[in-house]
T-cell receptor, first 113, second 112 residues
Framework: QKEVEQNSGPLSVPEGAIASLNCTYS??????FFWYRQYSGKSPELIMF????GDKEDGRFTAQLNKASQYVSLLIRDSQPSDSATYLC?????????????FGKGTRLSVIA | DVKVTQSSRYLVKRTGEKVFLECVQD?????MFWYRQDPGLGLRLIYF???????EKGDIPEGYSVSREKKERFSLILESASTNQTSMYLC???????????FGSGTRLTVV
């Protein structure tokens, strides 16, 4: 059974700080990693994806992947109150076979003004 | 703008009713998915389809069935609705199973 684990939070950070969200996964063969943001009462929205070890930056967001340690993280720089949401980590299985993404339960982030 | 459209935002049904939830995508995606989301339980996969007329069970298929007669449309059917099926239902689509998913806006179903 593939598993994706996230701390449920809430993670509270002051406005302007760096928010660090972490995710670990069990399937060592996983190839693709995604971060979704979900505002309360809304559906998840894809904000980042990463396939290779290292960092990937997009604006204020940085995804970090370490396949050896089986974790992926999302850093949000200069956090804003509008970043307050639940962040879902999703991981796919191995490339072969019809295997949907496995989602973590999400970490709730609260940015305090 | 690409879209996944779910037919109803809110739905109230009675116990025992047959319920149809419709989902349409305009991105020519091969794969479509139905999830339910409940507080503390996260997203749980009900069924998915990787081609027209093809379907695969997810983690919680009991009490549900699906239909995919056309590429763009994926329907979730609750054969006999029960109160424990009260939930937020989310449809999603993707180009491949390894690619990111696009979600619809969700249907909040209440079974009374």
């Amino acid at each position: 059974q593939k598993e994706v684990e996230q701390n449920s939070g809430p993670l509270s950070v002051p406005e302007g700080a760096i928010a660090s969200l972490n995710c670990t996964y069990s399937d060592r063969g996983s190839q693709s990693f995604f971060w979704y943001r979900q505002y309360s009462g809304k559906s998840p929205e894809l904000i980042m994806f990463i396939y290779s070890n290292g960092d990937k930056e997009d604006g204020r967001f940085t995804a970090q992947l370490n396949k050896a340690s089986q974790y992926v993280s999302l850093l949000i720089r200069d956090s804003q109150p509008s970043d307050s949401a639940t962040y879902l980590c999703a991981v796919n299985g191995r490339n072969s076979g019809n295997t949907p993404l496995v989602f973590g339960k999400g970490t709730r982030l609260s940015v305090i003004a | 703008d690409v879209k996944v459209t779910q037919s109803s935002r809110y739905l109230v049904k009675r116990t025992g009713e047959k319920v149809f939830l419709e989902c349409v995508q305009d991105m020519d995606h091969e794969n479509m998915f139905w999830y339910r989301q409940d507080p503390g339980l996260g997203l749980r996969l009900i069924y998915f389809s990787y081609d027209v007329k093809m379907k695969e069970k997810g983690d919680i298929p009991e009490g549900y069935s699906v239909s995919r007669e056309k590429k763009e449309r994926f329907s979730l059917i609750l054969e006999s609705a029960s109160t424990n099926q009260t939930s937020m239902y989310l449809c999603a689509s993707s180009l491949t199973l390894n690619y990111g998913y696009t979600f619809g806006s969700g249907t909040r179903l209440t079974v009374v």
